[in-house]
């Protein structure tokens, strides 16, 4: 596979104590998430979907910068027109994942209905056009698969993360198949992808970014914020037919995911 290596963050200047250095850092944080808020109440109500796509992509770009976290795509090139009408699918370590796909290729993510009811997150996530699921009731999962399937017939790419929750980064859990059934009737192709988070200075694989066990949202930004700068890949494996059944295409998804990681090493 042929590797491009698209660095799109570079980190914000540095204060001069540690101390500075994170009240500044927090304060950039909040003003860029104002700036996400004022843009979508007077722009996403009106302007084009192109147009929409390009600002996220530029918002997320800088919210990486401000985490001192540097973008690197591997695979090949894929324009985005290969990309619409198909599900993206991939492992998940943490909500900032989300950010580094959308500086690569801004979908339409699925995600779970509690954060539909998240202060300013959950507004922004459904401007943004964020489709939300409640896993508990089956027929909410028989409903979300009519409209993702209903959504990548009319052209947009959605990302999905089938582990259905986030994990240290090092290892694949299995892929739910409740989700593959929407590009089984849609017949969308898939489009697997592998995140991998390194410390940029020594390339060594790092969980910091990991939203797990009992951390909270505020302890992922403070690891990050405190932490070194980072980088964030992302492996882009070529698509794969929607040609068998649910099941099937989940356990082939997930095999493919595993092997752009074992690639990335």
């Not at 695979?75 to 950010?99: F, R």
Request: aromatic share 8%; proline share 6%.
């Amino acid at each position: 596979m042929t590797g491009i290596d698209q660095r799109v963050a570079s980190a914000p200047a540095e204060a001069s104590t540690p101390q500075r250095k994170h009240v500044l850092r927090k304060l950039r944080l909040l003003v860029h998430l104002v700036e996400g808020l004022v843009t979508c109440a007077l722009l996403f109500w009106w302007i084009k979907p192109h147009t929409k796509q390009a600002l996220i992509q530029r918002w997320s770009r800088k919210l990486l910068a401000l985490f001192r976290v540097s973008l690197v795509v591997h695979g090949e090139p894929v324009a985005g027109k290969e990309l619409a009408g198909s599900m993206l699918v991939s492992n998940h370590v943490s909500w900032i994942d989300i950010y580094a796909i959308n500086s690569w290729y801004p979908p339409r993510f699925v995600a779970k209905s509690e954060i539909r009811s998240w202060p300013v997150i959950g507004w922004l996530c459904a401007q943004t056009g964020v489709l939300f699921v409640e896993r508990a009731r089956k027929r909410d999962a028989h409903r979300i698969m009519h409209v993702i399937a209903d959504a990548m017939r009319s052209g947009d790419a959605i990302c999905v993360f089938p582990e259905g929750t986030t994990s240290d980064g090092l290892q694949l859990l299995p892929f739910h198949a409740n989700l593959f059934q929407a590009p089984v009737s849609a017949g969308a192709p898939i489009r697997p992808l592998a995140l991998r988070y390194r410390i940029a200075a020594t390339g060594e694989l790092t969980t910091i970014p990991a939203y797990i066990g009992d951390l909270s949202m505020m302890d992922t930004i403070n690891a990050m914020l405190n932490g070194p700068p980072l980088v964030v890949e992302v492996f882009v494996g070529p698509a794969v037919a929607p040609e068998m059944d649910r099941r099937a295409l989940a356990a082939h998804s997930q095999e493919a995911v595993a092997n752009l990681i074992a690639r990335a090493g």
